[in-house]
DNA sequence: GTGAAAGCGCTAACAG
DNA sequence: CTGTTAGCGCTTTCAC
């Protein structure tokens, strides 16, 4: 097979010179139209395209993007990814997904082989801890920290979910049906997002007078996994009559966990989920939920990302999406 | 801010050649211990990282793998894509993810891009038609076509799903279960995958001496609003009293618009999907499916890019994975 | 054990 | 309007 296709190829090939190629492909004004329309045909036809990593190599920027999640098996973050990847599509970005698993180690990875393609910005999750100074990988990155947010030693945008009000909304929802043993299973408060919702928990609790028992709160590092078993020994003991989700993963897990067990909700236990994929609509005949607005927050991450790769540059914000509690049978 | 990292400002740094400063950096033998100490600690404390780019230009291979996928928000192709992520993790391997939405206009666009940076590998569910010749984009690449697939004029690896004996066995479930009037919904017979489907349904029907009505049987590019819409029509007219899928998301939508209706499945419809997201098991108490080995499929396909990018190069294989019918309550 | 040169594909900055 | 040169970061080849 020939060799790639580049511009001193294609000006040997038409006896000129690579500079006229390169001009002619760049619509450079300087050259006549007919040198143009003979290089384009060529190019055309060769099938040639620019090389990313000239161009890169130049300080034109690679137009690649990272993204990090903990996971895709989640609408939620599948959607966000779907919605950011097709906004990527628009404004011609390479977008670039790892799975960090919430794991430090694989973040650093990740962040490591951003910078070796020279990625101009990056839209992650942050895992849990970040070891030391370990965050120099985000320096030479625009960085936009999305759902979590950890300090880091220079600017860097938040995407954020105001969920605190929701989850009022769905405490006082439940605790006007009568409930008292509330439960709840959330993320590890050394996510600022776990803080943050477990923080509204109590808040809310206290609020209307009920003490928040430790027996029945579950936090830890958020998962499927941690979902299940965090619902299952809330069955246990000094029983939850309700339960507040604070986490996708979590909630996928707690609701698969009380449909194994065939619980009746709200009847042997109220159950307000977290994020709405498409199904919590049709299972047990609606499942309440915090819902989060995925596409609002998608469309403003891509919006963020053009601003950075624009170079505009300064631009760092901190934008915090309302989430809401949508009542449906389960609670 | 300080300039980029390179193995020259190491050099300058040190006082030494850029030479050097590369051979320590990659374990070359001669170096002495001392040097290549100070090195590997200089580039450390300045975080210095390899530029992928001047790599891809000396020709030594990104390692960059494209996946081209309709939509991620699918629990099939997010799970596919989940596992392969986490695959190319471990091999050092940079995903870059494009969402064709099953346009080949997007599709091409997508192949471009992956051109430019010298993708070394694509795994892609190819979309419908894709013009004249256009396939060139697909030279310099290694090509797995995932699900369907399309003639190509150079060797190409393909991963395949094999659900003829799922939809047979799906079929005779039903006629057996006493329908006659049994609706298929499924992908356009230009893909591969559509045909395949539509064949195994009309081969298993006149197997059972069945006739398959044209007005119970509806084709077009796959999608979940395709789905939502052909559900709803078969239930019109000569109403079908049983449908099988032929698509993900077309299960997705047809199944929706089975809930939207408030349909009892089987009472009102016996209903059999396409693939089996998690929530499949929950919803009315079980949706009978089709059932793929989604993680094996990504493994696989994991595998194939291994073997394609360390470059042992010629194994171009086709694969194909079995389905099954997963008989639950809806059907 | 170390270094200098060359070249990968591209464009800015100068010649002509 | 067109061409030459230089240099982005790196490694291979060939000196020393």
């Not at 997904?97 to 101009?120: C, F, M, S, W, Y």
């Not at 928040?212 to 830890?220: D, G, I, N, P, Q």
């Not at 498409?278 to 607005?293: C, D, F, R, V």
């Amino acid at each position: 097979m020939s060799d790639r296709v580049t511009i001193k190829s294609i000006a040997r090939d038409l006896g000129i010179s690579h500079m006229t190629v390169s001009r002619a492909l760049s619509n450079h004004p300087n050259v006549s139209e007919e040198t143009r329309r003979a290089v384009l045909a060529r190019a055309e036809e060769l099938g040639y395209v620019r090389s990313a990593a000239a161009k890169a190599m130049r300080g034109d920027g690679t137009r690649i993007v990272g993204l990090l999640l903990p996971t895709l098996v989640n609408e939620f973050y599948a959607r966000f990814a779907d919605t950011l990847a097709a906004a990527c599509e628009e404004k011609a970005l390479h977008l670039i997904i790892h799975l960090t698993n919430d794991e430090p180690q694989k973040e650093r990875q990740a962040l490591l082989r951003l910078r070796e393609v020279q990625a101009g910005a990056v839209i992650m999750v942050p895992a849990p801890a970040a070891g030391e100074g370990e965050d120099r990988n985000l320096r030479s990155l625009r960085v936009v920290q999305f759902i979590r947010q950890r300090p880091l030693e220079f600017p860097a945008s938040a995407l954020l979910i105001g969920d605190g009000p929701a989850i009022e909304d769905a405490v006082n929802h439940l605790v006007a049906a009568g409930h008292s043993k509330i439960g709840y299973i959330g993320a590890d408060p050394v996510l600022s997002s776990g803080r943050g919702r477990l923080a509204a928990f109590t808040e809310a609790m206290e609020g209307k007078g009920k003490t928040v028992a430790a027996e029945l709160v579950r936090t830890a590092p958020p998962s499927f996994e941690m979902g299940c078993r965090s619902l299952v020994s809330l069955l246990e003991g000094k029983r939850a009559t309700a339960v507040v989700c604070g986490g996708f993963e979590i909630s996928s897990g707690a609701l698969e966990a009380c449909l194994r067990q065939g619980l009746d909700m709200p009847g042997d236990m109220a159950f307000v989920g977290y994020g709405d994929p498409a199904h919590y609509a049709w299972i047990n005949g609606g499942i309440s939920t915090i819902s989060l607005p995925v596409n609002a927050l998608a469309r403003e991450a891509a919006a963020i990302l053009d601003r950075s790769m624009t170079g505009d540059g300064e631009g760092v914000a901190t934008i915090t999406f309302p989430a809401a509690f949508l009542k449906r049978r389960s609670a």
